[in-house]
């Protein structure tokens, strides 16, 4: 079974209007969960992570995402994307029964029209 | 403040030619190191951890080694290597244990030809 699964591959929106990057994990414990974001050719910034304390979890450049133990789902969004933004969004997810590695996502790309 | 150093940044080697990449980490004490790779649209492939020296867990069989000879430094080897080979590879450094996140270093644009 797929561990962490990003919905979407490729993500499009017009520079202002919100980002919505949608990720669902499956965990039998309480995981960690993390993102991250990737510029070409470069290495992986860590955006946020939750790690069983709030569960709206706020991070840099104004990325914040949710914990829905209920849905299993760790969606990211922003409410006004910036050209600054494109880039590739991994959801990643770690825990006792990953062996405390990190699993990631496929990776979202997101463009950002102007 | 801890930092990452992943090099070199690009490389081309021909088939069958060996490989070395180096990674270092500073600031911290006994790390966990990992390799990873990343192909397109495929997000990152794990392909070995280690959690002290000489400490190496291999996560995929392939054609590429690891070896960890100091604390905070992390090789990542191939005595042939194959045109599959060809990717981007990334070290990363956590703090241990614990699933906790994980920094890495700028990356390694591998092409074998």
């Known amino acids: 079974a797929q561990s962490v699964t990003q919905l979407d591959s490729h993500v499009s929106v017009s520079e202002g209007t919100p980002v919505l990057l949608r990720c669902n994990y499956s965990s039998s414990y309480s995981p960690s969960l993390f993102w991250y974001v990737q510029h070409p050719n470069k290495g992986l910034q860590l955006l946020l992570k939750?790690?069983?304390?709030?569960?709206l979890v706020k991070g840099i450049n104004g990325f914040e995402a949710e914990f829905k133990k209920s849905e299993t789902s760790f969606h990211l969004t922003k409410p006004s994307a910036h050209m600054s933004d494109a880039a590739e969004y991994f959801c990643?997810?770690?825990?006792?029964?990953?062996?405390?590695?990190?699993?990631f996502g496929a990776g979202t790309i997101l463009r950002v029209k102007s | 403040s801890q930092t990452i150093h992943q090099w070199p940044a690009t490389l081309v080697q021909p088939v069958g030619s060996p490989l070395s990449l180096e990674c270092t980490v500073e600031?911290?004490?006994?790390?966990?190191l990992y390799w990873y790779r990343q192909a397109a649209g495929r997000g990152l492939q794990l392909l070995f951890y280690s959690v002290g020296i000489g400490q190496i867990s291999s996560e995929v069989p392939q054609n590429l080694s690891a070896s960890r000879p100091q604390d905070r430094q992390f090789i990542l080897s191939s005595k042939k290597l194959l045109l599959s080979d060809s990717g981007f590879y990334l070290c990363?450094?956590?703090?241990?244990?614990?699933?906790?996140?994980?920094?890495f270093g700028q990356g390694t644009r591998l092409t074998v030809v």
């Open positions: 600031g911290t004490s006994n790390p966990n």
């Open positions: 990643v997810v770690s825990g006792m029964e990953y062996g405390n590695k990190l699993v």
């Open positions: 939750y790690t069983s304390a709030a569960t």
């Open positions: 990363a450094w956590s703090v241990g244990p614990g699933a906790t996140e994980a920094f």
